[in-house]
């Protein structure tokens, strides 16, 4: 049985390394909710909310997801007893949408499932890979040649796949000089929607680049029209933003609207959700891998776990902290093998150690909110 009794929440700041530009937008600091439940024994659990700064990649943003799990969410988790964390979402079920706002709350419930038992994580959630293969996402840079080096430097680290954002104004010129540079490493496009069926001619003519999939290129609500490219182009189509639910998983396959699905908790909801469109995807032949929305240590932890499932193919947007952040706020930061692995640690829950000093130092808003 699982009870929380009190919910913390913090939001802090903090500054990216280098400046992260996708199809919608740059940017330099990252305004991260994190969130603390505790049950009535004093276990804890953390959970980390991956919303944008800016409703942008979707609806959901920092001051909004605030809002509603402090005054939506907190108030229908505290004080009530489920069987176990797998049946928080479905206590969250009267409240629509607002997925990372939940899987925030969610992820932080199953932590603490997990340290209660003893038990990593990534076990605890079916997991039965503790070697995942680690891939990164490159932002749109100021110049090709910055690009270039960018790519070396993930290269020689060991990193499994590369991939780049593209644009409209970033494409097929880049790929190229990336493929004559680099030759035939991994290489992937995420768009994030910065196209429509009206540039089915550029689309079809990055398919000479023998690219591993090209990721949302069509608008971030679409299904339909991503059907109809992928029936004209050979590159594999992977999905990000529309795939919210095991729903819209079964429909995208079922449309053929891409081979491939990106499977974020934030943007589908938490381990919960992400464990059921993992084994759906599984049982219809869709490779599944974990996205990221350049999160802290927490969230990183939460996906190095999920991404631990049998459905998780492909290397997944989780890559080293230092990537990301001067410093982490979880003990160890996380690290990546020369070979482009990350190991699932052996201690219970999230099994890193999170640094409340430090969280509480770089907080900017704070609240308890208890039964
Ligand atoms: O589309 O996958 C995306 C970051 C923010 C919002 C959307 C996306 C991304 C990334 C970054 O690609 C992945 C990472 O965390 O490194
Ligand atoms: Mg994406």
């Not at 529309?242 to 396959?253: F, Y």
Request: net charge negative.
């Amino acid at each position: 049985m699982l009870k929380i009794n009190q919910i913390e929440l913090f939001e802090i700041n903090l500054p990216l390394v280098h400046f992260f530009e996708t199809s919608f937008g740059r940017t330099y600091e990252r305004r991260i909710i994190l969130v603390r439940v505790e049950d009535v024994s004093g276990a804890e659990g953390w959970g980390e909310c991956t919303a944008g700064e800016t409703p942008s990649y979707s609806e959901e943003w920092t001051d909004a997801a605030w809002a509603v799990i402090e005054r939506i969410i907190a108030p229908v988790v505290i004080g009530v007893e489920v069987e176990n964390a797998a049946k928080i979402w479905d206590l969250m079920k009267q409240i629509r949408g607002n997925r990372m706002a939940k899987a925030a709350v969610e992820t932080a419930c199953w932590d603490l499932e997990a340290k209660k038992l003893g038990v990593p994580l990534w076990r605890h959630l079916g997991g039965i890979n503790k070697e995942i293969a680690c891939g990164v996402s490159i932002g749109i840079q100021d110049s090709v040649e910055q690009l270039l080096e960018k790519i070396k430097t993930e290269v020689d680290a060991g990193y499994q796949r590369i991939k780049i954002k593209i644009a409209p104004h970033w494409d097929y010129e880049v790929i190229k000089k990336v493929r004559e540079t680099f030759g035939d490493i991994q290489l992937m496009g995420d768009a994030n929607s910065a196209y429509t069926l009206n540039d089915i001619d550029k689309l079809k003519s990055l398919d000479e680049f023998d690219l591993m999939m090209l990721e949302q290129p069509l608008p971030h609500d679409d299904i339909i029209d991503h059907a109809k490219l992928q029936m004209q182009i050979s590159t594999p189509v992977c999905l990000d933003e529309p795939i919210k639910s095991p729903e819209d998983a079964r429909k995208a396959i079922e449309l053929r609207s891409g081979k491939i699905i990106n499977l974020k908790n934030g943007r589908v909801g938490g381990h919960s959700e992400s464990k059921r469109i993992e084994k759906l995807c599984r049982e219809a032949g869709i490779p599944v891998w974990c996205g990221g929305m350049l999160e802290s240590g927490i969230g990183r932890a939460h996906n190095i776990a999920i991404s631990t499932l049998a459905g998780y193919t492909m290397p997944g947007d989780v890559s080293a902290s230092k990537r990301y952040w001067h410093e982490d706020i979880i003990e160890p930061a996380v690290e990546v093998s020369v070979s482009g692995t990350i190991t699932a640690p052996e201690s219970a829950g999230i099994g890193f150690e999170v640094k409340r000093g430090l969280i509480e130092r770089l907080a900017v808003r704070k609240n308890l909110l208890a039964f």
